[in-house]
Each structure stands twice: as structure tokens, then as C-alpha cells.
């Protein structure tokens, strides 16, 4: 405002067509690029979530025909769908798990003690996710092919749950890696001094500051295994998760049920963050 | 005697190749207030972290109230800590913060409520017990690292150089009201600066380090008065050191001559053991008069010129050359010559006079390479 007054004055009234749009581009760029950003960014969900409300004719869900909430209702209503889902979120749950577990294990030891093959470590965290998927998925299943024998052989839920772990572990090491870097050793020192040993040193002190780290690589973790469709059709076998379902569906036509469950996801996620940013204004 | 709070034996710490803290023998009474003194790196924090557990001596050992405590872990030591950056656990409030130690010792909820209290009323925070470290001033949180570490009631009580972080002004206030809490609740306070001082206003003993040794103990006045080394005698006010060489006795006073001759007096306990020395006068304890002005008999006297004259006010500062080309500082109160036009002028000459029990000696060091750390006088 103020910046804007003090140009008007020394522009005084013979304020050119260029001065007068270059105030108008100054004001609204950042608008209209933004606006055009999230448009692009949401345009793609806002389509499945009107079709979920959709009541097309036929298999074929890609003509608006009327508003119905039938779907909504019975989201389940096609077969092998709920299996599906339950899968993934089985999956995903139990490698959210173990990986944040792990992984946060992992980013402890790297920044915390030097130790012989820290370099060689650091360096190995970075391959799962530089590794293109279709890559990783393929030597998965030679490796599972090679074991030959159970529980890896035939492919399972087992085989998916492992393939998970092992890229998730990645992400967490590294986003709870960046949490450990600027902290402060001597809080640690702090509370021994204080009469904590080293477990109450960790849960009173360590884990609640690098807590939110945690949170969000866990929610990272989800959210890959979730939706990893490459290498899960390498490992799964027999096995359907969601992502593997609708690409199957979609074959012969996608069932308004998985628009609603792909809405239903995603306003969990929303949920997720709006959460966490109402927790870290409290906190602040 | 007071008892011994904390003994340390022919303590060593390395790391890698660094000779930190070299074969260091201490004992701090109980209820004292104990500064390691000295310049940045020379081992003060070293020591400290070795007393309260955070490191682990190379050599030696370490004693609490007689009890060899050199291998356990700071959990199980009756000392506590105020670090120089605070270290204020930031997801707890000011009440958690110093309720800490207390929960760890599983003290009942009652009591913890009336010990912090206390402490909130002792550091003068009474009202902040909601606030987090983030929320809170420097001078607020020196305040309440102070309450979370004395609310355990320690035998010892480390601090590592907690006012650094403070302006000038802060820091005086806070020196005052360390010294105040410290007498108060009579705990042993070892104390690490590198603020002279702040040690010399604060201490009942000091020992001023240099690297990773003492080079004396004793209390201020006599580490001032009466320095035992050329280290001391830099590092503590500004003094002015001249070569001499022993010659005889007069009285109760040992003579030294400079080098041109000139005898010095000097109180003859000083000089046992000695042969090579530089004799010390500090620059507050020197007068300047005019040259034909008569010196109280016995007094040490020597003659030059003034070669620059800074007026501080409270006193003023005087560089004067001696014959031999030595220059000595020499402060004067500003009560006979009071205003600027009755100083001294430089190009003026004068003759110093000082009493020979303001003289000390230190012995001249082989080590020359030592002399760079000395500031200048
Ligand atoms: N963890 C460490 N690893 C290697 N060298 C160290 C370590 N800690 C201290 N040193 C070295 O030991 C010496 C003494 O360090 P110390 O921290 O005790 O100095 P200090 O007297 O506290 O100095 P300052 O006034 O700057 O805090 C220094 O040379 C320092 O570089
Ligand atoms: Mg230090």
C-alpha cells in the first residue's frame, strides 16, 4: 500500500499506459499464476469426484447424465472391490509401519554416530528412489523367482509388504533424516543431566522434537504405498490391491464406485493436513 | 576446612590429537564459588562437561564428595548443569522445564509444585510457569535454566560461561544475582568464563587455565596482586613486566636491577627459587610526578617521558617510555589534575614512583611461543 502511494507521487499524473500496467501486472500475477496452479492441480479430482455423484448408462462413466447418490450409498457395491481396498490399506498400514519405524532407526544412527559404512549407507538410502520403479519391480520378482519357495513363492501379500517396506524406508530416513540435522545435542545432555537416562532421554526429549518428522514421513509412506501401482504388479501374484483393481476395471469401463472411493481417500488426506496445520498453529 | 565437594586427579582429556585438558589436579570446596578462567580453547568447558559426565577423562579421576564418579553417567551424579546456550527443552513450558529433574526422581506432583515455586520466586519469575523457551527473554531463560538445574538441589552446581549470551548491561545485573542465589542456597558453584571480571567480582577462588593447565589458584586479590606467571599477570588487568637480574638484599626486600640498572625492590618472599625474572607493577598502583619532585624513601622510582595520555574520565591512561625504551601503561585518578587541560602532556618528562609491596615478580618463561597469548600490557 504504502509502496504503491509512494509511486503514484513520483509519477505524479502523467502515469503512462506502461507504468499503469506494469501496476496491474505487479498486483496480479502472483494471483493469476497461483489461481492457474491449483486449477491444474485439482481439476483432475474435482472430474472423479463429480462423476462419483454421476448415474451414467452402461459400463462407461464418462458422459454426465444425472446427479445420484446410489454409489455413495453402496460403495462397495461391485465385487472385488472391498478386497481390494482392505488389501491396500492392510498393506500400507503395515509397511508404514515397519518402514517409519526403521527408518527413523536409520536416520538416528547416520546423524547421530560415525560409524564404519555411514558413508556407503547414506549413498545406499538414495537408491530405491532413484531407481526407476519398473526397474526395482522387475528385480524383485527375479529375486522372489529365484527364491522359488514359500512364503516368497508363489507371490503373495507377503512379497507386496516387503517391496513396500524397502522404498518407504528411503523416504522416512531421509525426511526424518532432515528433522535430526539442526537438533540440539545439548537437550540430550540436558535431560541426563537432569536424571533421564537414556530411554527417558529419548522418549521425553528426542522423540517429541523429532516427532513432527516422523508424522510426516509416515504420512509419506502411506500415501506411496497406497497408490504404488509398478512395483506391486510386479510382486503381488494373485493378489489385487486398489491401484491393480482399477487398472483391471478400466478395461471394461470403471465403476462409479471407485470414483467414490478415490474421493473418499482424498478428502482423508485433506483431513490429514488440515489437521496438522490446526495442531502446529496450537503448538505455535 | 570446608569438605572437598569435587577432586580432580591428574585428570587428562584428548581428542585425537588434541591435548585439552593436560593432567589437571583440583579441589573445590563445598559452598564455594570456583571460575576456571581463561582464553577461549584453553579446556575450561572440557573440564566442566568431565565433571558433570559428558565426557569421559583419557586419564585420571574424578571425584563428588568423595565418591569416584569418573565413569558414571551425568544420571547418576549430584551435579547439574546450566549450559552456555540454556538448552531449554522447546515442547515444554517454563514449570515443565524445571519440574524436569524432579518427575525423573518420581517426587510426588505436590511437592514438585511447591519446589518450583519456590525456585520461580527465588529467579523472580513467578507468572511465567505457562510460557514456552521460545516465549521468554535471554536474560528470562538464563533465569530459568538456573531454577531447572538448582530445583534438584545439587551438591554441584556447573555453569559454562551462562551470561556470554547477555549484553553488558544484563550481565552485570545477572552477576550480582548469581552471587546473590548462590549464597542463598549455599550450593558449590564451579563457574567457567573468560570474562576476568566476571571471575574476579564473583569468585571466592579461581584458577586461571591456559592450554588445558592452570597456571595459579588462589583467591582474586592475590591472583591480581600477586600473579605467578607472565600468563596470569596479562590475562588478569594490564600489567607492566620489565626484565631484571637479582642482585642482593635490602632489608626485607630482595633488589632487582633492570637493565639499565635501575634497582627495584621487591617483597622477598616473591623471589625464592628464582633466576631469571621480569618484576610487575600493576598500572593503577604507579604515580607519576615531576621529576624534581621528592619520592618517599624506599620507594621504587624511575624516570621517562610521556608518550601518549588518554583521558577516560574516570582516570587517565598514560603510556611513558623509560630509559631503555621500555613502556610502561600508568593509570591516574582524575582528582589532582582533574581536567584535560592539567594532564600530563606526551614529550613531557616525569618520574614513576611506587611502593616496593605493589611489586611482584614472575620468572621469565623459556617458552617464548607462550608470550603470543599474553595480551598486551
Ligand atoms: N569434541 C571435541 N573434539 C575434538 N576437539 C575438541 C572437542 N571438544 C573440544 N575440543 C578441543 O579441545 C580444546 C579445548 O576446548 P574447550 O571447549 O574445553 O575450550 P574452552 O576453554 O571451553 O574454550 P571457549 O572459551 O572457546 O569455550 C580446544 O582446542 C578444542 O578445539
Ligand atoms: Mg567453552
Same mark, same amino acid.
Given at each position: 500500500?504504502?509502496?504503491?502511494?509512494?509511486?503514484?507521487?513520483?509519477?505524479?499524473?502523467?502515469?503512462?499506459?506502461?507504468?499503469?500496467?506494469?501496476?496491474?501486472?505487479?498486483?496480479?500475477l502472483?494471483?493469476?499464476?497461483?489461481?492457474?496452479a491449483v /486449477?491444474?492441480?485439482?481439476l483432475?479430482?474435482?472430474?472423479?469426484?463429480?462423476?462419483?455423484?454421476?448415474d451414467?448408462?452402461?459400463?462407461?462413466?464418462?458422459a454426465w447424465?444425472?446427479?445420484? @447418490?446410489?454409489?455413495?450409498?453402496?460403495?462397495?457395491?461391485?465385487?472385488?472391490l472391498f478386497?481390494?481396498?482392505?488389501?491396500?490399506?492392510?498393506?500400507?498400514f503395515?509397511?508404514?509401519?515397519?518402514?517409519?519405524?526403521?527408518?527413523?532407526?536409520?536416520?538416528?544412527?547416520?546423524?547421530?554416530?560415525?560409524?564404519?559404512?555411514?558413508?556407503?549407507?547414506? @549413498?545406499?538410502?538414495?537408491?530405491?528412489?532413484?531407481?526407476?520403479?519398473?526397474?526395482m519391480?522387475?528385480?524383485?520378482?527375479?529375486?522372489?523367482?529365484a527364491?522359488?519357495r514359500?512364503?516368497?513363492?508363489?507371490?503373495?501379500?507377503?512379497?507386496?509388504?516387503?517391496?513396500?517396506?524397502?522404498?518407504?524406508?528411503?523416504?522416512?530416513v531421509?525426511?526424518?533424516r532432515?528433522?535430526?540435522?539442526?537438533?540440539d545435542?545439548?537437550?540430550?545432555?540436558?535431560?541426563?543431566?537432569?536424571?533421564?537416562?537414556?530411554?527417558?532421554t529419548?522418549?521425553?526429549?528426542?522423540?517429541?522434537? &523429532?516427532?513432527?518428522?516422523?508424522?510426516?514421513?509416515?504420512? @509419506?509412506?502411506?500415501s506411496?504405498?497406497?497408490?504404488?501401482?509398478?512395483?506391486?504388479?510386479?510382486t503381488?501374484?494373485?493378489?489385487?490391491?486398489?491401484?491393480?483393481y482399477?487398472?483391471?476395471?478400466?478395461?471394461?469401463?470403471?465403476?462409479v464406485?471407485?470414483?467414490?472411493?478415490?474421493?473418499?481417500?482424498?478428502l482423508?488426506?485433506?483431513g490429514?493436513v488440515a489437521?496438522?496445520v490446526?495442531?502446529?498453529?496450537?503448538?505455535? | 576446612?570446608?569438605?572437598?565437594?569435587?577432586?580432580?586427579?591428574?585428570?587428562?582429556?584428548?581428542? +585425537?590429537?588434541?591435548?585439552?585438558?593436560?593432567?589437571?589436579d583440583?579441589?573445590?570446596?563445598?559452598?564455594?564459588?570456583?571460575? /576456571?578462567? +581463561?582464553?577461549?580453547?584453553?579446556?575450561?568447558?572440557?573440564?566442566l562437561?568431565?565433571?558433570?559426565?559428558?565426557?569421559?577423562?583419557?586419564?585420571?579421576?574424578?571425584?563428588?564428595?568423595?565418591?569416584?564418579?569418573t565413569?558414571?553417567?551425568?544420571?547418576r551424579?549430584?551435579?547439574?548443569?546450566?549450559?552456555?546456550?540454556?538448552?531449554?527443552?522447546?515442547?515444554?513450558?517454563?514449570?515443565?522445564?524445571?519440574?524436569?529433574? @524432579?518427575?525423573?526422581?518420581?517426587?510426588?506432583?505436590?511437592?514438585?509444585?511447591?519446589?518450583?515455586a519456590?525456585m520461580?520466586?527465588?529467579?523472580?519469575?513467578?507468572?511465567?510457569?505457562?510460557?514456552?523457551?521460545?516465549?521468554?527473554?535471554?536474560?528470562?531463560?538464563?533465569?530459568?535454566?538456573?531454577?531447572?538445574?538448582?530445583?534438584?538441589?545439587?551438591?554441584?552446581?556447573?555453569?559454562?560461561?551462562?551470561?556470554?549470551?547477555?549484553?553488558?548491561?544484563?550481565?552485570?545485573?545477572?552477576?550480582?544475582?548469581?552471587?546473590?542465589?548462590?549464597?542463598?542456597?549455599? &550450593?558449590?558453584?564451579i563457574?567457567?568464563?573468560?570474562?576476568?571480571?566476571?571471575?574476579?567480582?564473583?569468585?571466592?577462588?579461581?584458577?586461571?587455565m591456559?592450554?588445558?593447565?592452570?597456571?595459579?589458584?588462589?583467591?582474586?586479590?592475590?591472583?591480581?596482586e600477586?600473579?605467578?606467571?607472565?600468563?596470569v599477570?596479562?590475562?588478569?588487568?594490564?600489567?607492566?613486566?620489565?626484565?631484571?637480574?637479582?642482585?642482593?638484599?635490602?632489608?626485607?626486600?630482595?633488589v632487582?636491577?633492570?637493565?639499565?640498572?635501575?634497582?627495584?625492590? &621487591?617483597?622477598?618472599?616473591q623471589?625464592?627459587?628464582?633466576?631469571?625474572?621480569?618484576? +610487575?607493577?600493576?598500572?593503577?598502583?604507579?604515580?607519576?610526578?615531576?621529576?624534581?619532585?621528592?619520592?618517599?624513601?624506599?620507594?621504587n622510582?624511575?624516570?621517562?617521558?610521556?608518550?601518549?595520555?588518554?583521558?577516560?574520565?574516570?582516570?587517565?591512561?598514560?603510556?611513558?617510555?623509560?630509559?631503555?625504551?621500555?613502556?610502561?601503561t600508568v593509570y591516574?585518578?582524575?582528582?589532582?589534575?582533574?581536567?584535560?587541560?592539567?594532564?600530563?602532556?606526551?614529550?613531557?618528562?616525569?618520574?614513576?614512583?611506587?611502593?616496593?609491596?605493589?611489586?611482584?615478580?614472575?620468572?621469565?618463561?623459556?617458552?617464548?611461543?607462550?608470550?603470543?597469548?599474553?595480551?598486551?600490557?
Amino acid at each position: 500500500m504504502a509502496r504503491e502511494a509512494a509511486v503514484t507521487e513520483l509519477a505524479g499524473p502523467r502515469l503512462g499506459w506502461l507504468d499503469r500496467f506494469a501496476r496491474v501486472f505487479d498486483r496480479y500475477l502472483l494471483l493469476i499464476y497461483t489461481g492457474f496452479a491449483v /486449477l491444474y492441480l485439482m481439476l483432475p479430482i474435482f472430474v472423479i469426484a463429480l462423476f462419483s455423484v454421476n448415474d451414467p448408462i452402461g459400463r462407461s462413466n464418462v458422459a454426465w447424465r444425472a446427479f445420484t @447418490l446410489k454409489y455413495w450409498l453402496d460403495p462397495f457395491g461391485v465385487p472385488g472391490l472391498f478386497d481390494a481396498v482392505a488389501t491396500s490399506l492392510k498393506i500400507a498400514f503395515a509397511s508404514t509401519v515397519v518402514a517409519t519405524a526403521l527408518g527413523t532407526l536409520i536416520a538416528l544412527a547416520l546423524v547421530r554416530y560415525q560409524f564404519r559404512g555411514a558413508g556407503a549407507t547414506n @549413498l545406499l538410502i538414495f537408491i530405491p528412489m532413484a531407481t526407476p520403479e519398473i526397474v526395482m519391480g522387475a528385480s524383485l520378482l527375479t529375486m522372489f523367482v529365484a527364491i522359488g519357495r514359500p512364503p516368497f513363492f508363489p507371490l503373495n501379500e507377503l512379497t507386496i509388504l516387503i517391496a513396500h517396506i524397502m522404498f518407504n524406508i528411503s523416504y522416512v530416513v531421509v525426511t526424518v533424516r532432515a528433522r535430526l540435522v539442526g537438533f540440539d545435542r545439548h537437550l540430550e545432555e540436558a535431560a541426563m543431566d537432569l536424571g533421564a537416562n537414556e530411554w527417558a532421554t529419548f522418549w521425553r526429549v528426542t522423540f517429541p522434537l &523429532i516427532l513432527p518428522g516422523i508424522i510426516a514421513a509416515a504420512l @509419506l509412506a502411506f500415501s506411496l504405498s497406497i497408490d504404488d501401482f509398478v512395483i506391486t504388479n510386479f510382486t503381488a501374484g494373485r493378489t489385487v490391491t486398489f491401484p491393480m483393481y482399477i487398472w483391471g476395471a478400466a478395461r471394461i469401463g470403471i465403476p462409479v464406485q471407485v470414483n467414490v472411493i478415490g474421493t473418499l481417500i482424498f478428502l482423508v488426506a485433506v483431513g490429514f493436513v488440515a489437521l496438522s496445520v490446526v495442531l502446529g498453529r496450537r503448538r505455535a | 576446612m570446608a569438605p572437598i565437594d569435587v577432586r580432580l586427579v591428574g585428570v587428562t582429556k584428548r581428542f +585425537g590429537d588434541t591435548l585439552a585438558v593436560d593432567h589437571i589436579d583440583l579441589e573445590v570446596e563445598s559452598g564455594e564459588f570456583f571460575s /576456571l578462567l +581463561g582464553p577461549s580453547g584453553c579446556g575450561k568447558t572440557t573440564t566442566l562437561r568431565m565433571i558433570g559426565g559428558f565426557e569421559q577423562p583419557t586419564e585420571g579421576r574424578i571425584e563428588l564428595q568423595g565418591e569416584d564418579v569418573t565413569w558414571l553417567p551425568p544420571y547418576r551424579r549430584n551435579v547439574n548443569t546450566v549450559f552456555q546456550n540454556y538448552a531449554l527443552f522447546p515442547h515444554l513450558n517454563v514449570y515443565d522445564n524445571i519440574a524436569f529433574g @524432579l518427575r525423573r526422581r518420581r517426587v510426588p506432583e505436590r511437592e514438585i509444585r511447591a519446589r518450583v515455586a519456590e525456585m520461580l520466586r527465588l529467579v523472580e519469575l513467578t507468572g511465567f510457569e505457562k510460557r514456552r523457551p521460545s516465549q521468554i527473554s535471554g536474560g528470562q531463560a538464563q533465569r530459568v535454566a538456573l531454577a531447572r538445574a538448582l530445583v534438584n538441589r545439587p551438591a554441584v552446581l556447573l555453569l559454562d560461561e551462562p551470561l556470554g549470551a547477555l549484553d553488558l548491561k544484563l550481565r552485570k545485573q545477572m552477576q550480582v544475582e548469581l552471587k546473590r542465589i548462590q549464597q542463598e542456597v549455599g &550450593i558449590t558453584f564451579i563457574y567457567v568464563t573468560h570474562d576476568q571480571e566476571e571471575a574476579m567480582t564473583m569468585s571466592d577462588r579461581i584458577a586461571v587455565m591456559n592450554r588445558g593447565r592452570y597456571e595459579q589458584l588462589g583467591d582474586p586479590e592475590s591472583l591480581y596482586e600477586r600473579p605467578a606467571s607472565r600468563f596470569v599477570a596479562g590475562f588478569l588487568g594490564v600489567s607492566n613486566l620489565l626484565p631484571a637480574i637479582l642482585d642482593g638484599t635490602v632489608g626485607d626486600y630482595a633488589v632487582a636491577r633492570l637493565r639499565d640498572d635501575t634497582p627495584v625492590r &621487591i617483597p622477598r618472599g616473591q623471589t625464592a627459587g628464582l633466576s631469571r625474572i621480569e618484576v +610487575g607493577v600493576r598500572p593503577e598502583k604507579i604515580r607519576l610526578r615531576e621529576p624534581d619532585e621528592p619520592v618517599p624513601d624506599g620507594h621504587n622510582t624511575l624516570t621517562g617521558v610521556v608518550r601518549d595520555a588518554s583521558y577516560m574520565g574516570v582516570s587517565t591512561s598514560y603510556i611513558v617510555e623509560i630509559r631503555g625504551g621500555a613502556r610502561l601503561t600508568v593509570y591516574e585518578q582524575n582528582v589532582e589534575r582533574a581536567t584535560r587541560s592539567e594532564l600530563w602532556r606526551p614529550g613531557e618528562e616525569v618520574r614513576l614512583s611506587w611502593s616496593p609491596d605493589h611489586t611482584f615478580v614472575v620468572p621469565v618463561e623459556d617458552d617464548r611461543s607462550s608470550d603470543e597469548e599474553v595480551p598486551a600490557a
